[in-house]
Every structure is written in structure tokens, then in C-alpha cells.
């Protein structure tokens, strides 16, 4: 056979193959959930969600919930070995299927021939949201196993599959029923920790700028200690209101930056009635205009603390921040002046 008759016919066997494998687990598919149908109940509050409202979300401490999920088969064939089980990690778990009953963490059902050919029932579990208890991550301590308060997943699983010869463990899983429940399990604890630590962080970020122990405190948080992490950013935020720039240094920096605008006046008046004999008059000139630069640098810097010192509850530093705003209205004026005056040095000789 020709050479050029290889590929074309490895192609078509690749393909054959493939076809075989996307058939083959097309008909593992053997049950559906009905997203539409399914629902969970919460049976504190009364409240009634679609299964998929559910998904992601963040449930209650101590909630108790109840999840009827409808099933449906996919018309693929069904071997006699298949099971259905059902997994969750709710706290007090109580399983229907059927006329069954059952409250262990995970449960065979659907079994046999005979149970296969009826019509599959709908799924209902009740149980109790678990304590937001997880897994810490220690620094320099990877090897101990601790624990720590944080949102933590909760899941409840329906897979085919086969069992393994003791008839209560899955041997061979067949099929994962998506989507599978997935939300994490809080309380108004951690929630109320995290607005609180939110807002002193950003509040401490206005006043300083960003700092790496922000981060630091924020995952103190994430790796299960809110409680900790809400208290450190308090104090965060208040070591930030002493680290602002007071009033006093704002009018020091304000004196110094008078200080370079009669420098340069005494400039203008010292070259244009004729001292300085041999003077760079350009060398001149480009200095005053850095110094307006750095000027209006200084200017913004101000504009920026003024801005800070307007949103305080204390009306003194509020009053001041007015007071600010109108030195750096004359600053911009000045830093004027001084480029006008480095333009006239240039023009004079």
C-alpha cells in the first residue's frame, strides 16, 4: 500500500475512535437533575429558593434546610450495577428516597433492575448548616493540623457509579450530577468582622496611602481569624490618624516654599539693574522654573491633605483644610509669578 495512503487512513481510524469514546460517554449519562423543579427550602425563615439561587451562595449557621431535588433519566441504556449515591457534609442529615429513609453523611440507593425500570423518585435532604469552622494556614507551622473560625464549603453530591463488594462505598463512578450544590456556610459574626475591617482599612488607606500590613490583616482574616483581624485594623486605623501631617508642618512646609519665591524675586531685581556681571542669565532662568515646578508639586501635596482634613468630624481641622485651600490658591498664583519672572530674565540680556 502507498505511503500516501497512511495518514488519510490513520485520520479516519483517529476519528472512528473518537466518535466511539464521545458515544460511550454519552451513554453513561443515564440521569439528569431537573434545574428548573429542584428547589431548597429554608425552614427557619420560610423562604424558597430555585436550586440554582443556592449555588455559591452564603447560608446561615445553624439554618435548616431542605433540598428537593427532581431526577430524571436520559433515555441511555442503565446497567443493573449502577447505584445512585448520595453525599453531603449538612450537620444532622436526614435523606428521603422514596419510601426510605436514612441519616448517614452518605447513602446507596437505587439498586437493581427492578429499581431502575420505575419511575426515580425525587431526592429530599433535610439538614442543619454546619459551625464556619476551617482550616487555618500557620506560618512557619505547616505541619500542624489547626483550625480556625472562616466561610467553609458545604456541598451536597448525587453520583452513579458502581459499589465495591462491600455494597456501601462507590468503586467506580460513572456519573457526577451537575450542577452539584455548593455554598459556604457563615454566620453574622464573621460577616459583621469583615464590613468592620473593610472600612477601617480603607478608612486607614486615605490618611496614609497603602501599606503591606494591610494585606497582612486581611489575610489574618481569610486564614480563620476574624475576630484578630477585626481588632488589628481598628488599631490600624488609629495609628493612622496619628501618622497624618498636622496643621503645623503644613505651614512650616508653606513658610519654606515663601522662602524659594523671595529667593527668586531677589534674583529678578539682582539681574535686571545689572549686578551679576557674567551671570548664566539661561542657567538663571531654568532654575526659577524648577523652583516653580517643585512649587506646584508642593501645591498638589497640600491640595491632597486639605482634601483629608475636610471630611473630618472635627470642626478646627475642617476649618483648617479651608485655610489650606487658600494658601494653595496663592502658592498657584506666586508659582506663576516666578515662571513670568524666569521669562523676563531670559528677555533682559
Known amino acids: 500500500m502507498s505511503r500516501c495512503l497512511y495518514f488519510p487512513l490513520a485520520v479516519l481510524a483517529l476519528l472512528a475512535v473518537l466518535l466511539l469514546v464521545v458515544e460511550a460517554a454519552a451513554v453513561q449519562e443515564v440521569l439528569k437533575l431537573d434545574e428548573d423543579k429542584s428547589y431548597v427550602r429554608n425552614l427557619d425563615t420560610g423562604i424558597e429558593n430555585n436550586y440554582t ?77 454546619p459551625k464556619p469552622i476551617t482550616k487555618v494556614k500557620e506560618p512557619g507551622f505547616d505541619a500542624y493540623d489547626v ?107 508653606v513658610a519654606i516654599l515663601f522662602g524659594l519665591l523671595l529667593g527668586a524675586g531677589l534674583v529678578y531685581v539682582y539681574v535686571s539693574r545689572g549686578g551679576g556681571t557674567g551671570v548664566d542669565v539661561t542657567e538663571i532662568a531654568s532654575e526659577l522654573d524648577d523652583t516653580s515646578g517643585r512649587i506646584a508639586e508642593k501645591s498638589s501635596s497640600i491640595n491632597t491633605i486639605s482634601a483629608k482634613l475636610a471630611r473630618s468630624a472635627d470642626e478646627e481641622q475642617r476649618g483648617t483644610a479651608r485655610e489650606l485651600l487658600k494658601l494653595r490658591a496663592s502658592l498657584n498664583e506666586l508659582a506663576n509669578e516666578i515662571r513670568a519672572i524666569a521669562d523676563r530674565i531670559r528677555g533682559s540680556r
Not at 433515555?75 to 436526614?94: A, C, F, K, M, Q
Not at 459499589?163 to 456556610?185: G, N, Y
Request: charged content about 30%.
Open 53 to 129: 439561587d443556592i449555588l455559591d451562595s452564603e447560608q446561615l449557621e445553624g439554618d435548616m434546610l431542605e433540598f428537593h431535588i427532581y431526577l430524571g433519566k436520559t433515555g441511555n441504556p442503565i446497567l443493573d450495577d449502577y447505584v445512585l449515591e448520595l453525599r453531603t457534609n449538612l450537620d444532622n442529615p436526614e435523606w428521603k428516597f422514596g419510601d426510605n429513609l436514612s441519616h448517614s453523611a452518605n447513602w446507596i440507593v437505587w439498586k437493581g433492575k427492578e429499581a431502575h425500570e420505575r419511575v426515580v423518585p425525587k431526592v429530599i435532604l433535610t439538614g442543619e448548616v
Open 147 to 253: 483550625y480556625g473560625i472562616g466561610e467553609e464549603e458545604v456541598y451536597v453530591e448525587l453520583t452513579v457509579g458502581m459499589t465495591a463488594r462491600d455494597a456501601t462505598t462507590l468503586e467506580t463512578i460513572v456519573q457526577k450530577l451537575e450542577p452539584a450544590m455548593r455554598f459556604l456556610c457563615t454566620n453574622e459574626g464573621i460577616k459583621r468582622a469583615k464590613s468592620e475591617l473593610d472600612a477601617n482599612l480603607e478608612d486607614a488607606k486615605e490618611k496614609i496611602g497603602y501599606y503591606p500590613l494591610e494585606e497582612d490583616i486581611r489575610d489574618l482574616y481569610k486564614e480563620g481569624h476574624p475576630g484578630w483581624a477585626s481588632k488589628l485594623s481598628e488599631h490600624y486605623k488609629e495609628l493612622s490618624v496619628g501618622a497624618e501631617p498636622r496643621p503645623v508642618e503644613l505651614y512650616v512646609i
